[in-house]
């Protein structure tokens, strides 16, 4: 059975401070992972999405690594803003499913 | 292309009180999952259809939830008769092959009073 772990479960820093994020997973057998973003109450925005050949994804601001073999993936998020203050998930799909870590709650102090 | 649709957004219920969900996948996509988030938790999975087939509801407590999907197309999950503990946000996701990612819609959020 996957197991996804995030570390740490919350995280304040100040504006401007680059933040990591980090994800451990249990079995290297997987398809991707995907880390998603999600404001209180609402749904998942997916982030970026890193096949299991590949070893990092960027979009803006935000790149994501993985290390397949070792089951870690880091979310960099650079020059931190207020308007990124949420919970960040990660999840590594297997065969059929979707399995999630519990979340990083980052906020950012202005 | 438009995205997976959740309807409503927000359902407060009274405890033993039926509530439905309902989900539009984006078209196209086969597969359809419904997970429950529980405050300061990762999502749980559900259940998970294949087109119209049920592939996993091993999650699913089916003496309350039941959930369907007709046509391989559009999804309902019940909860009867609801308990405190069902407070959640409910997700719906679709996806396609197996290197593709999942795109959730922006989920249901129920409370039980």
């Known amino acids: 059975k996957q197991e996804v772990t995030q570390i740490p479960a919350a995280l304040s820093v100040p504006e401007g401070e680059n933040l990591v994020l980090n994800c451990s997973f249990t079995d290297s057998a997987i398809y991707n992972l995907q880390w998603f973003r999600q404001d209180p109450g609402k749904g998942l925005t997916s982030l970026l999405l890193i096949q299991s050949s590949q070893r990092e994804q960027t979009s803006g601001r935000l790149n994501a690594s993985l290390d397949k073999s070792s089951g870690r993936s880091t979310l960099y998020i650079a020059a931190s803003q207020p308007g990124d203050s949420a919970t960040y998930l990660c999840?590594?799909?297997?065969?059929?499913?979707?399995?999630f870590g519990a979340g990083t709650t980052v906020t950012v102090r202005a | 292309e438009a995205g997976v649709a959740q309807s409503p957004r927000y359902k407060i219920i009274e405890k033993r009180q039926s509530v439905a969900f309902w989900c539009n996948p984006i078209s196209g996509h086969a597969t359809l999952y419904w997970y429950q988030q529980i405050l300061g938790q990762g999502p749980k999975l559900l259940i998970q259809f294949q087109n119209n087939g049920v592939v996993d509801d091993s999650q699913l407590p089916k003496d309350r939830f039941s959930a369907e999907r007709l046509k391989g197309v559009d999804s309902t999950l019940k909860i009867q008769p609801a308990k405190l503990e069902d407070s959640a946000v409910y997700l719906c996701a679709s996806t396609t092959s197996g290197s593709y990612g999942y795109t959730f819609g922006s989920g249901t959020r129920l409370t039980v009073v």
């Open positions: 999840a590594v799909r297997d065969d059929y499913k979707l399995s």
